[in-house]
Nanobody, 118 residues
Framework: QVQLVESGGGLVQAGGSLSLSCAAS????????MGWHRQAPGRQRELVAT????????NYAGSVKGRFTISRDNAKNTVYLQMNSLKPEDTAVYHC???????????WGEGTLVTVSS
């Protein structure tokens, strides 16, 4: 089993910055992808950003491209999300995501709340 622990959410004014981190523990062999999804009240969960652990190749949602930066530390099994120029529409619960290639399984963190005030 894999456990994901997120940290770094909070309240920030529009235009501000926050950074999130997510550490994976447990059976963390063959991590292929880590990343973040978010879910705003009354909306479906959506992809924010993911990163391939092999080559660091990132993938961003169009709504965050140019404002958010995803990175990872493979030695620590940790993924980071630097969020700049935050907007009220970025308000959501941000969930860490991990895809393990050896078992073909996805794992999710419980989420951390990001609130952007206008």
């Amino acid at each position: 089993q894999v456990q994901l622990v997120e940290s770094g959410g909070g309240l920030v004014q529009a235009g501000g910055s926050l950074s999130l981190s997510c550490a994976a523990s447990g059976r963390v062999n063959s991590i292929a992808v880590m990343g973040w999804h978010r879910q705003a009240p009354g909306r479906q969960r959506e992809l924010v950003a993911t990163i391939r652990t092999t080559d660091g190749s990132p993938n961003y949602a169009g709504s965050v491209k140019g404002r958010f930066t995803i990175s990872r530390d493979n030695a620590k099994n940790t993924v980071y999300l630097q969020m700049n120029s935050l907007k009220p529409e970025d308000t959501a619960v941000y969930h860490c995501y991990l895809y393990s290639a050896d078992v073909g399984a996805e794992y999710w963190g419980e989420g951390t709340l990001v609130t952007v005030s206008s």
